[in-house]
Nanobody, 123 residues
Framework: QVQLVESGGGLVQAGASLRLSCAAS????????MGWFRQAPGKEREFVAH???????WYADSVKGRFTISRDNAKNAVYLQMNSLKPEDTAVYYC?????????????????WGQGTQVTVSS
C-alpha cells in the first residue's frame, strides 16, 4: 500500500512562490508516475502536472512556465515549485501516484492519493 503525505501549503500574496512536497512510502516509488492535482471550492479536481519514472514531465496550460514538478527517488519525494502565484491558483493541492507508470492526466487513472494541502493566494 502506497501512502502519500503532502506539505508546504500556506497563505501567500499574488506573485509569491511556494514549494509543495509529497512524501511517499510503500511500493516502488521510482517506477511510478507522480502527479499533482488541485481542487478549488465549487470546482472539479484538475490536473496540474506529472513526472514519470524517466523524469519526463507534463503540465496543464494554466501553470506552464510558472510551476515546476520534480522528483527525488532517493528520498521517495515529489515536489511542486510554484512561482508567480495568482489568486486563481487557490485550491487544495493533492499528490497522486500511478503505479502503472503511464502518461496520465485524469484523476481516475491514479490509484493513490494524499490528503491534500491548502494553498491560498491573496490579491
Amino acid at each position: 500500500q502506497v501512502q502519500l503525505v503532502e506539505s508546504g501549503g500556506g497563505l501567500v500574496q499574488a506573485g509569491a512562490s511556494l514549494r509543495l512536497s509529497c512524501a511517499a512510502s510503500g511500493g516502488i516509488f521510482s517506477r511510478y508516475t507522480m502527479g499533482w492535482f488541485r481542487q478549488a471550492p465549487g470546482k472539479e479536481r484538475e490536473f496540474v502536472a506529472h513526472v514519470r519514472w524517466n523524469y519526463s514531465t507534463w503540465y496543464a496550460d494554466s501553470v506552464k512556465g510558472r510551476f515546476t514538478i520534480s522528483r527525488d527517488n532517493a528520498k521517495n519525494a515529489v515536489y511542486l515549485q510554484m512561482n508567480s502565484l495568482k489568486p486563481e491558483d487557490t485550491a487544495v493541492y493533492y499528490c497522486a501516484a500511478d503505479p502503472m507508470a503511464r502518461v496520465v492526466v485524469r484523476d481516475y487513472e491514479y490509484d493513490y492519493w494524499g490528503q491534500g494541502t491548502q494553498v491560498t493566494v491573496s490579491s
